[in-house]
């Protein structure tokens, strides 16, 4: 059976949550590396793949799917080991609604269209502070949500991660790409610490794929 094909952006953060359910999976994967600032997404050939010029898209078990939750809660159910959604529905409740605060409040009024948008209408600056107090905003209610019973003090519910930790530590890279401080918030600042030193995390993280890291590698062979 072929490897599952990711379809993503090295710096996108539904592309970043993809990837780290693969390898909390151990499932390993080939990716198609999507250009969103050349605007690669619209190509007739990714339209082909996703009509929504969205990333990711993951091509498995001989279908494309789309949307990352839909695409990690797939995983969950045809790959169901190491579990990221608690068996337990009010627990499963509680990891859904952590996961979608960030993929359907934060994330789409924090993306690179949207963005453009406000730059294009009010300047850079108010560009930067649209997302800044965006991302501030989400995160404090998140750290309010994160106060429950199932808070382990290292993941976002119990000892390992979920499908909450998936979309939560993306959007923390955001808020340290923007400058957008967290340190204040206690429960937060846990789940990034071990999601930080977890090996699926390390290896999903955007440096990893960084173009940019890579022309350097490539070059440093050649000299």
Known sequence: MARPLLYDYWRSSASY?????????AIAFDRVAVDLVAGAHRSPAHLAVNPQGLVP?????????????AIIEYLDETRPEPALLPGDPMAR???????????????????LGVLARVGALAGPQAR????RDNIAEGLEAIEAMLDHPGF????CHGTEPSLADCALVPQLYNAARWGVDFAHLPRISAVSRACGGHP????????????????????????
């Open 93 to 111: 409740a509680k990891v859904r609604r952590l996961a979608l605060a960030v993929a359907c409040d934060i994330h789409p009024v924090s993306n």
């Open 57 to 69: 898209a993951l091509e498995i078990d001989g279908q494309i799917l789309t949307q990352s939750l």
């Open 152 to 155: 382990s003090g290292r993941f």
């Open 128 to 131: 930067t502070d649209w997302n």
């Open 200 to 223: 699926a995390f390390v290896a999903a993280h955007p440096d990893q794929f960084d173009p940019s890291r890579e022309a350097r590698a490539f070059e440093g062979e050649r000299a």
């Open 17 to 25: 949550r993809v990837r780290i359910a693969l390898n909390l999976k």
